[in-house]
């Protein structure tokens, strides 16, 4: 699970269109620094959910690091700014069966992992 870092506060001071922009862009770089087996989508608001196939927790957790660097730097350029960006993400590494059920538990780890890394001070990873 990532999620952008303070978006709300793109929103209020450079306008909705820049907060898409911001999105937009967001998505492309995670996008850029995943496998081509590896799926991403918007979870909601400013969030985004990663699935990584074949995957271990410490490969998650050194994509996770690549991808939150590549957000991080350089900021992102809008028309009349630069925009400082950065990222919180929240790593579990399981094999979920094919329930539904299993899966919220997995998606659930995941966010779980991202409040701790807002709450230890955001632009982190953290893991579950």
Known sequence: ML???HF???NDT???LAGDAVLREVA???RQR?????VVARYGGEEFLAVLPATDQAGA???AEHVRKAIESPPVRLANAMVPITLSVGVHAGIPDDSPRALDAQIGLSDEALYAAKNAGR???EWR
């Open 123 to 125: 632009n982190r990873v």
């Open 61 to 63: 957790l050194r994509l």
């Open 14 to 16: 450079y306008g909705h």
């Open 34 to 38: 995943l496998r081509q087996a590896d």
């Open 8 to 10: 709300k506060r793109v």
């Open 3 to 5: 999620d952008i870092d």
């Open 28 to 30: 492309l770089r995670i």
